[in-house]
């Protein structure tokens, strides 16, 4: 059992140094500080998560429509855990807010960061508000996305769900119609005229 936990090694300002992952299978800091929902799920049962990523993620990712990546996957964890009503409630509202998340993501992560380095974009000075904000929203929706995970009866998740008055489908209907619907346009698609001097 010794040295069990051992996963190789890693280059680390060129010196190699053991590393010591292969027995975690929780982030601890990725999955409460996550800035989406993927990022949770990344985060969380990491080894079920590889094997959902390249079992079902990158093989139904070949289809034409685009979303059925997502939703075969959530499907599949939610089958992974059993028949409860509860597990496929959570799941699929998870696909549909990770599938939603990408488009926001898309419009919106633009306006938070400017072109120069060579790895892309540099983080404007306001990014890390909007990262905050991203972690607490995606804290608050999965709070709301799993109490049918807890629960496990339909009944009562639907309870839950009406007590709070269903807070949480609406707003995910509302993102649905804005982004999808409406299709904002980020300015990165946008061409801004040159000065000339």
Request: glycine fraction near 6%; proline fraction near 4%; charge should be positive.
């Amino acid at each position: 059992m010794v040295g069990i936990g051992f996963s190789g090694y890693k280059e680390v300002n060129g010196v190699y140094v053991p590393t010591w992952e292969r027995a975690c299978n929780v982030h601890a800091l990725g999955f409460e500080f996550a800035q989406n929902v993927k990022e949770v799920t990344g985060s969380w049962n990491l080894y079920t998560e590889n094997w959902l990523r390249h079992h079902i993620y990158f093989r139904v990712k070949k289809s034409d429509w685009k979303a059925y990546d997502v939703l075969a996957t959530y499907f599949t964890s939610a089958f992974w855990h059993g028949f409860y009503p509860g597990y496929y409630l959570s799941f699929g509202v998870a696909a549909i807010l990770t599938i939603l998340a990408r488009k926001v993501r898309r419009v919106c992560r633009p306006f938070f960061v400017e072109e120069g380095t060579q790895y892309g974009k540099t983080p404007k000075k306001i990014k890390v508000y909007y990262d905050i904000l991203c972690a607490l929203v995606t804290n608050l929706f999965i709070t709301y996305t799993f109490a049918p995970f807890k629960t496990l009866s339909w009944e009562v998740s639907i309870t839950i769900y009406r007590n709070i008055n269903y807070w949480g489908h609406i707003v995910i209907f509302i993102a649905c119609v804005v982004f999808y619907i409406l299709e904002p346009v980020s300015y990165t698609h946008l061409t801004l005229p040159t000065k000339r001097i």
